[in-house]
């Protein structure tokens, strides 16, 4: 009788620990990071622990921060916006807040606002030219964009995977000994980048003469005078946050961003 009492409560304990096993790994579910702060334009992997089933991954504003198939975060502009990974139906959320990048520096990592007058002594092809002051005063991406470069239908139509990106600029040539055109001074064939200031963008076309202000392609800069210029170029869709670069050393560049 007694042996048959042990097996029993062996078989009982063995139970009740097989139990007790489940709702413990249920509770050992949980995320790397259940609040995050990041800069607009970084991103960040986040990670479900104490499972190998796949998640699926979402965002509450897409327009803040949106996030892949596997975790991966990507800050879009300032805000905060909640992250939820759903495993069958237990549900793990972190919360993103999205800051704007710290400006001032000029370097890849740290732009300075194109929106600011900004002076700098330009160099073309490593060769000092001249003092330079420029100001961003308008950028447009999107359905806007694309709307100001319509406005001449001979310029082409982006696709559902392009958009055109318009710059409006006011620049004023201080002081130099040589004429110079504006493009040369912010190179859009080669100076424009997204994604982090990772990712140089081609240009795919461009619109031309859409506005009653000079076409930055076509713009002259004398010594001593000022010009507002725009232009629109076309490339593939989803670059943000764009930032670009112009020469002001031999061998140098300062950077800037249009976000605000």
């Known amino acids: 009788m007694k042996k048959i009492f042990s097996v029993l409560l062996v ?25 995050y702060q990041m800069y607009a334009g ?12 796949k998640a699926k991954w979402s965002s509450s504003k897409k327009s ?5 198939s596997k975790g991966k975060v990507t800050a879009i502009k300032a805000g905060k916006a909640k992250i ?20 001032g520096k000029g370097t890849k990592a740290s732009p300075k606002s194109a929106y600011a007058s900004n002076s700098f002594t330009f160099y073309e092809e490593g060769k000092k030219v001249g003092l ?10 999107g359905a806007t964009a694309a709307a100001l470069a319509a406005n001449n239908s001979a310029n082409p139509k982006p696709t559902s995977n ?36 990772t990712r140089q963008l081609i240009n795919l076309d461009w619109g031309f003469f859409f506005e009653n202000v000079d076409d930055l392609g076509q713009a002259i800069l004398s010594p001593g005078n000022t010009v507002v210029c725009s232009k629109a170029i076309l490339v593939t869709k989803g670059c943000s946050p764009i930032t670009y670069r ?3 050393g031999e061998h140098s560049y300062t950077w800037f961003t249009t976000e605000r």
């Not at 972190?94 to 400006?103: A, E, M, S, Y």
């Not at 000994?177 to 001074?185: E, F, G, N, Y």
């Open 11 to 35: 078989f009982g304990l063995l139970i009740s620990l097989s139990n007790s096993g489940n709702p413990s790994q249920a509770a050992t579910l949980k995320l790397n990071k259940t609040k």
């Open 162 to 197: 392009q958009e055109y990106l318009y710059f409006r600029f006011k620049i004023n040539y201080s002081s130099g000994s040589q004429t110079i055109r504006a493009k040369d001074v912010f190179n859009y064939h080669h100076n424009i980048f997204g994604l982090n200031s």
């Open 84 to 103: 939820t990974a759903k495993i069958g139906k237990k549900k793990l959320r972190c919360t993103i807040t999205v800051k704007k990048r710290p400006l």
């Open 64 to 68: 803040v921060a949106t996030v892949t």
């Open 42 to 53: 970084k991103t960040y992997k986040l990670k479900v622990k104490g499972t190998s089933r």
């Open 246 to 248: 112009i020469q002001t």
């Open 132 to 141: 330079i002051t420029m100001k961003l005063e308008r950028f447009e991406t």
